[in-house]
C-alpha cells in the first residue's frame, strides 16, 4: 500500500469515529484525540478498525505511536512493510 492509500484508510476510518471532523484540515502533527475532541473508547475503535482493515497488529504498548496522522502513517508503513 502507498502512502495516500494508506493515509485515505486511516483518514477514513477517523470520519466513521468522528464525522463532523474536518478530517482534510487535520493537521498531521496534531495528537488525533485532542484535535479531534475524541475519547480513549473512540482511539480504541480507530485502533480495532485499522487492524480489520489493514490486517497490522497493534500492541497496546505501541498505541502512543498512533498518537498523529504523521505517526500512524509511519507506524504501519513499518508494519506494512515486515
Known amino acids: 500500500?502507498?502512502?495516500a492509500g494508506l493515509r485515505?484508510?486511516?483518514e477514513e476510518e477517523l470520519s466513521n469515529?468522528?464525522?463532523e471532523?474536518?478530517?482534510?484540515?487535520l493537521d498531521?502533527?496534531?495528537n488525533l484525540r485532542e484535535a479531534l475532541d475524541i475519547d480513549?473508547?473512540?482511539f480504541l475503535n480507530l485502533v480495532t478498525a485499522l487492524h480489520r482493515r489493514l490486517g497490522v497488529n497493534v500492541p497496546e504498548i505501541d498505541y502512543p505511536k498512533l498518537f498523529t496522522l504523521k505517526s500512524a502513517m509511519?507506524?504501519?508503513?513499518g508494519k506494512l512493510n515486515q
Do not use: E, F, K, V
Open 1 to 3: 500500500m502507498n502512502d
Open 8 to 10: 485515505q484508510a486511516i
Open 17 to 19: 469515529i468522528a464525522p
Open 21 to 25: 471532523a474536518d478530517i482534510g484540515a
Open 28 to 30: 498531521p502533527h496534531a
Open 40 to 42: 480513549s473508547m473512540d
Open 74 to 77: 509511519d507506524y504501519l508503513t
